[in-house]
């Protein structure tokens, strides 16, 4: 079965320093990956997805993680981030029908 | 935005009593996913639809039932709630089975089992 692991749960941070978000995962096939956000109160919304191609991703709001298959980590990162970036970021992996997400790290960006 | 409309947005019940939140879409989407969202346990699967009376269980099915009459309604009911069903329940939306194609989340239940 697939599954994914978000080694973090919350990651501090200050604004326009760079941050990586670490996700390992485990699955015995091919997988599909993916970065979703929630926003404070909202639902998620994709970030960024890998299916097959160029191991490094980019999304939106600046956001891109890269594929490792020798290591099954599918990491996200960004340059410089915004207070806006507040939120938290969940990993998650293709199960057969549905995905299965991580637990979820909490980026605190402060001034 | 897609549309996904989740009712109510807030529930507070007591334990025993049953309680069922909707799920509206307008995406004409095949798939619908419940979800439960709890610290330190992010998104667990709850029950899954693809397609009218097509349902299967999630991780965490245990006390809940769905139905799904037809295609734009997804109903996740609490046969009778307990404490630890305490918790923001998400519905989705998706086209592919949640292979190659992203899902579409609604605002969320916050739903207090007293």
């Known amino acids: 079965a697939q599954s994914v692991t978000q080694l973090d749960s919350q990651v501090p941070v200050f604004e326009e320093a760079p941050v990586e978000l670490r996700c390992n995962y485990s699955?015995?096939?091919?997988?599909?990956l993916f970065w979703y956000v929630q926003y404070p109160n909202q639902g998620l919304q994709l970030l960024l997805k890998?299916?097959?191609?160029?191991?490094l991703v980019k999304g939106i709001n600046g956001f891109e993680a890269e594929f490792n298959k020798s290591q099954t980590s599918f990491h996200l990162r960004k340059p410089s981030v915004h207070i806006s970036d507040t939120a938290e970021y969940f990993c998650?992996?293709?199960?057969?029908?549905?995905?299965?997400f991580g637990t979820g790290t909490r980026l605190l960006v402060s001034p | 935005d897609a549309g996904i409309t989740q009712s109510p947005r807030h529930k507070v019940t007591e334990t025993g009593t049953p309680v069922t939140l909707r799920c509206h879409q307008t995406?004409?989407?095949?798939?619908m996913y419940w979800y439960r969202q709890d610290p330190g346990h992010g998104l667990r699967l709850i029950h899954y639809?693809?397609?009218?009376?097509?349902?299967d269980k999630g991780e965490v099915s245990d006390g809940y039932s769905v139905s799904r009459s037809k295609t734009e309604d997804f109903l996740l009911t609490l046969e009778s709630a307990t404490s630890s069903q305490t918790s923001v329940y998400f519905c989705?939306?998706?086209?592919?089975?949640?292979?190659?194609?992203?899902?579409?989340f609604g605002s969320g239940t916050q739903l207090s089992v007293l």
């Open positions: 995406e004409n989407h095949r798939y």
């Open positions: 699955s015995s096939v091919s997988v599909y």
């Open positions: 890998y299916l097959s191609g160029s191991t």
């Open positions: 989705a939306i998706g086209t592919g089975g949640g292979g190659d194609e992203k899902l579409f």
């Open positions: 639809s693809y397609g009218v009376k097509d349902t």
């Open positions: 998650a992996v293709t199960g057969f029908q549905k995905l299965v």
